[in-house]
């Protein structure tokens, strides 16, 4: 393969978000820094005889509202609208043209590429389930396939099942924006959009696209998917207070609380942000990838893993520990990941882990799944920007073997330079990216 | 500076022509046809009731036995991977975890994992109990599903059926501890994939990495969309080993399958220095994207194919003319193998004519995710055996399909192989593979 011609810094140029705290990016950070909870009870199917009933869904959207050529795009399911409008409003924020065949913002289109972390569309129950009941034999206890197979062909609607899959969402925002370089879409469960992320600075560094619309998009708020979680287990059954359910770090904390959503991140080589004077909102200086390799069921009991995914991106920005002044962890509420993530910032951080700040913004967002890295490095963005940390809500009763500095309850305001996002998926995927404050001189990265 | 250049060094292939490399390759190269009525379940009432099923197979003998317990978690795509994984590690040379415990020659901290995979459907079987308990006036009743149905679901469930977790049990398997991504692209995944891998070993983020994809296609839930689509080929139930007739004139439509494709990637200084037999090598990565409102097809003009295979030439650093073989999408659908015809035209100019073309899915299906990964194995074989085999239910070229379509087996060097995909949402990709003949020049 070709000899990379630049060792490109990349920035970013562009945000938006479409979230359970709100559907643009000042909302989202003005709900996080007051503390405000985006969970409530179930409404988009009727989850009231369920173990958990409640989740932290979108309010109030429409992605026909968001853009100017909605009938592109009509057919599109849930996750895929939320991230249209999401990069509708990252696309604006960089100077970026969209639903145009002739865009005048100076990028070459083969040079615009699209990384998303991003799951399955929406879910036909009626139709679904409904194939299911005309094909079971009770009696027999097996599925009589052509029932089934007759009742779904006369059921299902052909292009929104063509929406269920997860490519989709990045074949909208290509046709949205034009892009016609590098288009991905991984889905690494929770770690997806981090990883989305870090593998699209990759592509700008190699060379292969000047500008990648990068992040996540996801919800798996439709029946089977909750069946799946709450048969887990994962998920917090704190059905009489919702808003206080997601307790990152707390002794009391009994499971994640699922949410949707979408976040896009505009990327873009600092030699392009440059020639069109956008502004630089944050530079993004390292990625570390790592996988566990150790159960289908839980992590690393040492965080090996998550471990060796922060040192390989503290290496991969050319910094030390020393440098990173605040880390948003993937801190979803469970026993598990909670109890070893604190272990595994330990080990990276030595002495000075109770000196940085970490704490985790799902207390108030809920777990956006594929989506979640990205809204959280908009998050990081914002702290860079406002020089503040986000709290973690619902610290009230601390887990004695916790004891990290989590921020709890309130923003602290301290100088940010430099963030460390984190995010860990079922299945022992690990991903970290760094964001750091744009100046000048630039970073200190030798490659 | 300059790139580490990366190499395949194992393969490994599930499909319906066998269980391994060699009997998948035995029956491309004999024209031998996969495809027939599905078996697994009683596909009456589908338009299209043919599909390419993979030969039966007993996953506990593709695991070691500390893992057999896990095998419990595996649905269908995520064995095909497993298998697949097996013999790539296996012909590689590599002494993993997963070979022998006691020996192994790796450092499982510089492997990485790089798989595709399809939206996994889930086996609706084994939701029968659950929806039979969760039913009023025989209408579904999501009322009682959340009450008492969840209850007649295993609690790992949802384990089985997220993309992630084909990396996951090989990695686990295997030991493989560096960077993992799953890339859920459709049928464009595979080759995103290898791509990607490839990518991260050039970066020096990894030595070695295990690349490919599986999906299986035969499920019930993903074949009606496909049907409904017009997608799978009508009428031809009764012929199915000339039904799936990719670029030819009575070309009406795919059929879907199921297998799994990996190979093993190393960068050629660790391939050399553990003298590893070097198959071919990787020299170049494009993609792109079609634009098209109406996304279950190609655009007319095959842009997104004809960018995705001039960037691919490009990152080679090669041209046109350097090509010897194209392993193409070829779905046979007509409108979509005709844009993909005029796309490869308009990339590859006057060298068109010269340079032969070769579909599969005649004879392999379309296994998804999984296909372009098969793809790139069956071109690294036909580049080692120097022979590419004559193209099977290929009579006459549908009008504009203007490429050499070989009807008989040709013989002589291959020097470089470009395999292509494209999803049905829009993402095209191209690799582009060349022969190592030892020399190292480039």
């Not at chain 1, 985006?38 to 369920?50: E, L, M, P, Q, Y």
């Not at chain 2, 008492?148 to 469930?157: C, N, R, V, Y």
């Given at each position: 393969m070709k000899t990379p011609t630049t060792t490109e810094r990349v920035v970013i140029t562009g945000t938006g978000i479409v979230c359970p705290l709100g559907n643009d990016v000042k909302t989202f950070w003005e709900g996080i820094l007051s503390g405000?909870?985006?969970?409530?009870?179930?409404?988009?199917?009727?989850?009231?005889?369920?173990?958990t009933t409640f989740d932290a869904e979108v309010k109030d959207y429409d992605f026909r509202q968001c853009i100017r050529q909605p009938q592109l795009h009509e057919k599109c399911s849930r996750s895929s609208g939320f991230a249209l409008g999401a990069a509708a409003q990252a696309c604006k924020q960089a100077g970026l043209d969209v639903e145009t065949a002739h865009p005048n913002d100076g990028i070459d289109r083969t040079r615009m590429g699209i990384y998303l972390g991003a799951g399955e569309g929406s879910f036909d129950n009626d139709a679904f389930f409904g194939s299911l009941v005309a094909g079971w034999d009770a009696q027999q206890q097996q599925l009589n396939w052509p029932r089934s197979i007759r009742f779904a062909m006369e059921h299902m609607k052909p292009a929104k099942e063509l929406e269920q899959e997860p490519n989709m969402a990045a074949a909208h925002i290509s046709l949205l924006t034009g892009a016609r370089g590098p288009v991905r879409s991984c889905l690494t469960a929770c770690a997806a959009s981090t990883q989305a992320v870090g593998e699209a600075m990759m592509l700008i560094r190699r060379g292969d696209a000047d500008v990648m619309i990068a992040g996540g998009a996801h919800s798996m708020i439709h029946p089977l998917g909750i069946t799946g979680f709450n048969l887990l287990t994962a998920l917090s059954r704190r059905n009489d207070s919702p808003q206080t359910a997601s307790r990152p770090f707390s002794g009391s904390r009994d499971g994640f609380v699922i949410g949707e959503g979408a976040a896009i991140l505009i990327l873009e080589s600092l030699t392009s942000a440059r020639r069109r004077g956008a502004r630089i909102l944050a530079e993004v200086v390292g990625y570390g990838s790592s996988s566990d390799a150790f159960r289908v069921t839980d992590m690393h009991e040492e965080g090996r893993g998550a471990i060796q995914a922060m040192r390989a991106a503290i290496a991969d920005a050319g910094l030390?520990?020393?440098?990173?002044?605040?880390v948003n962890t993937?801190?979803?509420?469970t026993q598990e990941n909670d109890s070893i993530e604190t272990l595994a910032i330990k080990a990276v951080f030595g002495d000075r882990a109770k000196q940085v700040p970490a704490s985790s913004i799902k207390s108030m967002l809920g777990h956006l799944i594929g989506a979640a890295g990205a809204a959280e490095l908009i998050a990081a963005v914002l702290a860079i920007r406002d020089d503040v940390v986000p709290p973690t809500m619902n610290l009230h009763d601390p887990d004695p073997k916790l004891d990290l500095d989590y921020v709890p309850d309130v923003p602290r305001k301290m100088p940010v330079r430099v963030v460390m996002k984190e995010s860990f998926g079922f299945g022992g995927q690990n991903n970290v990216v760094i964001l750091k404050q744009y100046s000048e001189e630039g970073s200190k990265r030798v490659s | 500076m300059t790139t580490p250049r990366v190499v395949i060094t194992g393969l490994g292939a599930v499909t319906p022509l066998g269980l391994t490399v060699e009997e998948t390759w035995a029956g491309l190269s004999a024209g031998r046809c996969g495809i027939a009525r599905i078996k697994a379940f009683d596909p009456t009432g589908f338009p299209c009731e043919l599909g390419g099923e993979v030969p039966p197979y007993r996953i506990q003998d593709h695991v070691p036995k500390s893992f057999r317990k896990a095998v419990k978690l595996m649905c269908r795509d995520i064995e095909l991977a497993v298998v697949a994984a097996k013999e790539a590690v296996a012909s590689s040379g590599l002494v993993t975890k997963g070979v022998d415990p006691e020996k192994v020659t790796v450092d499982p901290t510089r492997i990485g994992i790089t798989l595709g995979s399809g939206m996994i459907s889930c086996d609706l079987t084994e939701l029968g109990p659950a929806v039979g308990v969760s039913t009023t006036d025989g209408q579904f009743d999501l009322h009682k599903w959340g009450k008492?149905?969840?209850?007649?679901?295993?609690?790992?469930?949802l384990l089985k059926y997220l993309p992630n977790m084909l990396a996951c049990h090989i990695g686990i398997i295997h030991d493989i501890q560096g960077p993992s991504n799953t890339i859920t692209c459709a049928e464009a995944s595979a080759h995103l994939a290898i791509g990607e891998a490839a990518q991260i070993i050039a970066r020096g983020g990894a030595d070695i990495a295990l690349a490919g994809a599986a999906e299986a296609k035969i499920n019930m839930m993903v074949l009606v969309r496909q049907n409904q689509l017009y997608r799978t080929v009508r009428g031809r139930n009764d012929a199915p080993e000339t039904a799936c007739r990719p670029f030819d004139v009575d070309a009406a439509g795919m059929v879907c399958g199921e297998g799994a494709g990996i190979v093993v990637l190393e960068s050629l200084d660790h391939a050399q220095s553990r003298n590893a037999r070097i198959l071919a090598e990787v020299e170049g990565i494009g993609q792109s994207h079609s634009l098209n409102p109406a996304y279950e097809h190609l655009e007319p003009d095959g842009t997104g194919i004809r960018i995705a295979v001039e960037k691919a030439l490009a990152d080679a650093g090669i041209g046109p003319e350097d090509l010897d073989l194209i392993i193409p999408h070829g779905t046979a659908i007509p409108q979509d193998d005709l844009a993909e015809a005029r796309g490869l035209q308009d990339a590859l100019g006057s060298a068109t004519g010269r340079i032969s073309v070769w579909p599969t899915k005649s004879m392999l299906s379309a296994t998804g995710a999984a296909a372009g990964a098969i793809d790139v194995i069956a071109a690294v074989r036909a580049m080692n055996e120097r022979v590419i085999p004559p193209a099977r239910n290929f009579t006459k070229p549908a009008a504009g399909c203007d490429l050499n379509i070989p009807t008989e087996r040709r013989e002589g060097r291959i020097r470089r192989a470009l395999c292509c995909s494209y999803t049905h949402g829009g993402q095209t990709a191209a690799v582009v593979l060349r022969a190592f003949e030892g020399d190292g020049a480039k």
């Open positions: 405000r909870s985006g969970i409530d009870f179930t409404t988009v199917f009727d989850a009231s005889t369920f173990p030390t520990t020393q440098d990173i002044d605040y993937h801190g979803t509420s | 008492d149905g969840l209850s007649h679901i295993t609690p790992l469930w």
